[in-house]
């Protein structure tokens, strides 16, 4: 496995079509639009979804002990986005269920995460239920993982965003906007 400072990320144009890779901290430091995936993992309750949610690593190169989605990274140059969001899973979580994606379509953001890094990427959202997800999280990737309620989610984000990533809100609203969509 490449270490965090040697990864690549695949750069992408506005479409999402590949047109290149750079070493991902560079990627970061130079603000490069760059492919990224986005888990959303929920289960449902009597209470409504629940979503399962992991707090970032302090000592993660960006947004250290912020919560944020189930995972989010980067494909390889020429794996498939659900490919890749299996196999991190495996590397943050220690999740290794065969989980089935449903692709929600993509963001395209950008964000200025301090320490000069600059997140801009084209984001796949994948949405997953697991109702008995079995972890053992990577303390290098994950301090804290757990399930919480729509309406927590909510409430946090109303009064105190800053405990989030920032991608998190678009990610979570494209997830609960597809929710909603499949009862209907």
Request: proline share 4%; hydrophobic share 40%.
């Amino acid at each position: 496995m490449q270490s965090n400072n040697q990864e690549n990320v695949v750069l992408c144009d506005q479409r999402g079509r590949p047109s290149g890779v750079k070493e991902k901290l560079a990627a970061h430091l130079d603000g490069d639009l760059h492919i990224a995936f986005s888990v959303m993992v929920v289960r449902y309750s009597v209470q409504g979804p629940e979503y399962f949610l992991q707090q970032r690593a302090e000592h993660k190169y960006h947004s250290g002990g912020l919560w944020s989605n189930t995972v989010c990274s980067h494909p390889r140059k020429g794996e498939l986005i659900a490919a890749a969001a299996l196999r991190r899973m495996g590397e943050e979580l220690g999740c290794f269920e065969p989980l089935r994606f449903k692709s929600l379509g993509h963001i395209v953001y950008r964000a200025e995460l301090g320490n000069g890094l600059i997140e801009h990427e084209f984001d796949h959202i994948l949405l997953a239920e697991g109702p008995l997800l079995d972890v053992l999280p990577n303390p290098d990737e994950v301090s804290a993982c757990r399930w919480w309620q729509e309406a927590e989610i909510e409430q946090a984000l109303a009064t105190s965003p800053e405990r989030f990533t920032a991608w998190f809100s678009k990610v979570f609203n494209k997830a609960r906007e597809n929710l909603v969509e499949s009862v209907e």
